[in-house]
């Protein structure tokens, strides 16, 4: 153990699981609480706490917490199907791949752009965790298309920046299932980490404001391809929220896609793909645009969909 937080039950979590209380704390999973909780490392006024129990405001929370994991290694390793599609000496622009993180984090194995920028010989800012440098937003694993990476500390700032006040357009094209009614309008619905899985993220009171637009622009049998625009930019946001009007991301399987109808159009992964990003450049503030053409497996599913319908 690295050593003992010791500190009173905040008022604002009076009432809640220890899970729950302790992971919006100190910033930590439930599952990471709940292990926690269950080696005997959380106690409440000298009393070992089950993940179960509530908080009391005022009352002494002791927690022990794990030494820190060893700092994640950035491996310089071609990624195959990564282009750039622009580069300067303030940032670079990639169209990413699907089955490629944005930066190594734990447990992830597989490609990385950040991996794929160095093996390129791509230097990039050393601002932000040595695992994340030059990163100002990411994209899933899962999902494909444009994103930026600081080259440059002045670009880093001034990016993350613009992605914090919201000035940035992120575009994204989505293959929803069904047909979203109206065929165009806004979701404005907080989002969170899911109660009960770690790994998904789900629509909860009192989570993380969340506001995604979006327009049909072209309706199938089964389907309808979506432009999306989004105002914040929540993990899993726009998976999370057509999942919650019940139109899921075709293909999407963690978030309740039909798997018939992913197989049927050749999809292992979710429909999705970061179409545009536009922001003004950090060296002179011009504005920019860049476009990523879709990747082979989301247009011939698209392709299907036009010839069945």
């Known amino acids: 153990m690295t050593g003992l937080r010791t500190l009173p039950v905040p008022e604002g979590l009076d ?33 070992v706490a089950g993940k179960s129990d509530r908080l009391v405001a005022g009352t002494m929370l002791e927690v022990s917490l794990p030494a820190p994991a060893a700092p994640v290694q950035v491996m310089a390793v071609p990624v195959e199907g990564l282009i750039v599609l622009h580069q300067d000496d303030d940032i670079v622009v990639v169209d990413k791949p699907v089955g490629v993180a944005a930066h190594p984090s734990p447990g992830w194995t597989g490609p990385t752009v950040i991996g794929g920028l160095a093996a390129a010989g791509i230097r990039i800012s050393t601002s932000g965790a040595a695992e994340r440098q030059g990163v100002v937003h990411r994209l899933d694993v899962g999902t494909t298309g444009v994103m930026v990476v ?13 992605f914090k006040e919201r000035t940035v357009e992120k575009r994204y094209h989505a293959l929803v299932q069904g047909h979203p009614d109206p065929s165009a ?76 109808l992913a197989r049927r159009l050749g999809l292992a992964r979710q429909w999705l793909h970061a179409r545009t990003l536009a922001f003004e450049h950090p060296a002179d503030g011009r504005s920019v645009e860049f476009v990523s053409e879709y990747a082979v497996d989301l247009q011939e599913a698209l392709e299907r969909l036009r010839g069945e319908s």
């Open 185 to 260: 309008g806004t979701i404005d619905a907080p989002v969170d980490r899911h109660p009960k899985h770690d790994y998904k993220f789900a629509v909860i009171a009192g989570g993380k404001p969340a506001i995604t637009h979006y327009e049909t622009l072209e309706a199938f049998r089964a389907a309808s391809l979506v432009d999306i625009t989004l105002e914040t930019g929540r993990t899993h946001q726009i998976r999370v929220h057509f999942a919650a009007l019940r139109h899921p991301c075709v293909g999407d399987l963690t978030y309740g896609a039909d798997p018939v």
């Open 15 to 47: 009432g809640m699981r220890v899970d729950a209380g302790l992971a919006k704390l100190l910033g930590l999973s439930r599952t990471a609480v709940a292990e926690l909780a269950e080696s005997g490392d959380v106690r409440l006024d000298g009393r």
């Open 150 to 162: 600081a080259k440059s500390e002045h670009a880093y700032t001034a990016l993350k920046r613009a």
